[in-house]
């Protein structure tokens, strides 16, 4: 069993960055691809970034690209986002998860096996 979980969130004004960690245990961290998504009310929930096993390669969706970056410690067991130049639409629990195809950088939630419990982002304006 694997154990997804993030930190770093809170209430950030916009304009702002914050950046969210997820440390997983339970099995061997580079048996995974990781990946990032998030939901907010009323909203299905929407894929942010992934990245691969050695994290040389990354995926992001397109309102991410430029603002977000995902990255991954191998030797903490911990991928991280960063995120700058945040705005209220950003508001929204923020989740990692994990993929057995570690070579993978799915932007489907489906793909992913393992999540954690979230972490809540709030942007005030």
């Known amino acids: 069993q694997v154990q997804l979980v993030e930190s770093g969130g809170g209430l950030v004004q916009a304009g702002g960055s914050l950046r969210l960690s997820c440390a997983v245990s339970g099995r061997a961290f580079t048996d995974y691809a990781m990946g990032w998504f998030r939901q907010s009310p009323g909203n299905s929930r929407e894929f942010i970034a992934a990245?691969?096993?050695?994290?040389?390669?990354?995926y992001y969706a397109e309102f991410a690209k430029g603002r977000f970056t995902i990255s991954r410690d191998n030797a903490k067991n911990t991928v991280y986002l960063q995120m700058n130049k945040i705005n209220p639409t950003d508001t929204a629990i923020y989740y990692c998860?994990?993929?057995?195809?570690?070579?993978?950088?799915?932007?489907?939630?489906?793909?992913?096996?393992?999540w954690g419990q979230g972490t809540q982002v709030t942007v005030s304006s």
């Open positions: 998860a994990a993929d057995d195809d570690k070579i993978g950088t799915s932007w489907l939630s489906l793909s992913y096996d393992y």
């Open positions: 990245i691969n096993w050695s994290g040389d390669r990354t």
